[in-house]
Nanobody, 127 residues
Framework: QLQLVESGGGLVQTGDSLILSCAAHAGSGRAFSTYTMGWFRQVPGKEREFVAAILGNGRNKFYADSLKGRFTISRDNAKNTLYLQIASLKPEDTAVYYC?????????????????WGQGTQVTVSS
């Protein structure tokens, strides 16, 4: 089972940029590059919201329509690491950001299709 650890969150100001990382530990199991990876975010009292997903090849990327333009997902399979770059941060971006791993053929925006999750990293944007 893939183990995921997010990092890079913190307290930032409106307009700042941030890069979140998700380090994957595959052990002796299935390689990181065979997983489609996704980023979700969640605020208290709301469901986890899809942000972006990227196929194992690193070339095919998918974004939530409402978030296109400020979010960039990428991965480095040699480093077993997933990234999420967020530009021009807004207070409404405040959330816990989670990374998850899934099989490529399932719908990317459905959190129920993800096989495993990290513990999350808190992003707080002050106005």
């Amino acid at each position: 089972q893939l183990q995921l650890v997010e990092s890079g969150g913190g307290l930032v100001q409106t307009g700042d940029s941030l890069i979140l990382s998700c380090a994957a530990h595959a052990g002796s199991g299935r390689a990181f590059s065979t997983y489609t990876m996704g980023w979700f975010r969640q605020v208290p009292g709301k469901e986890r919201e899809f942000v972006a997903a990227i196929l194992g090849n690193g070339r095919n990327k998918f974004y939530a329509d409402s978030l296109k333009g400020r979010f960039t997902i990428s991965r480095d399979n040699a480093k077993n690491t997933l990234y999420l770059q967020i530009a021009s941060l807004k207070p409404e971006d405040t959330a816990v950001y989670y990374c998850g791993a899934k099989n490529f053929w399932e719908r990317h925006s459905d959190q129920n299709n993800y096989l495993t999750w990290g513990q999350g990293t808190q992003v707080t944007v002050s106005s």
